[in-house]
């Protein structure tokens, strides 16, 4: 059997994150405004990619976190990365004192943070999925965290980034390790993912104490410009 974390978009869209879920037969993704991720089952067959590309409509971007198969001909692949996945392995989380609790108020602020860093994907409602801690000076924000993917039993670490003129204070250890701490105040384990060659991050997760749990693949495809049917799909697999 697979684990939850094996195809984590899934399980937060059929558990906890039930209530984002646009579904179309065995297809779910969040809304577009919330997160990118859309979710295939682990043996996506013809109907499945018909119904995302539905879903998706003609000539539409999908991410899928974790698809390690192939894509249908008449699809193009516009990103695929390798990227790794951490779970907690002794974190010493704790509370941090300079924290602030983030809301849809500091979305617009949020927003601009996230331009300046890339953490990754975050969109004017992704503050929705989880608990998000900021740190600001002289009233800017300068640095957050926050909670993305929500399998049962566990929770995505995501969005940390610091302001390039406030680094190497110890901002984003800070906030992950005061995120975790939230997290297992729950009753849930911490987890994250980042890009495989991204080894200033890696050694950091590593050295606050995560634990490698697998490698994976973020792919990003677009639809055909016209809408298949599940027939011309299954002949294209």
Known sequence: MSHVLDNPALASLTGPHAHFAERRGRVLRYPADVSPWLALPDDPDAGDWADLAALAGPGGE??????????????????????????????????????????PADVPEMLALVERTRPGPFLPRTVELGTYLGVRRDGALIAMAGERLHPPGWTEISAVCTDPAFRGEGLATRLVLAAAHGIRERGETPFLHTAADNTNAIRLYESLGFRLRRRTVFLGARTPEHRPDAQAVAAAL
């Open 62 to 103: 999908v991410a899928l976190a974790g698809f390690h198969g192939t894509v249908p001909d008449g699809w193009e692949i516009t990103f695929q990365a390798e990227g790794v996945q951490f779970v907690d392995d002794g974190l010493a989380a704790a509370p941090e004192p300079e924290a602030v609790r983030l809301g």
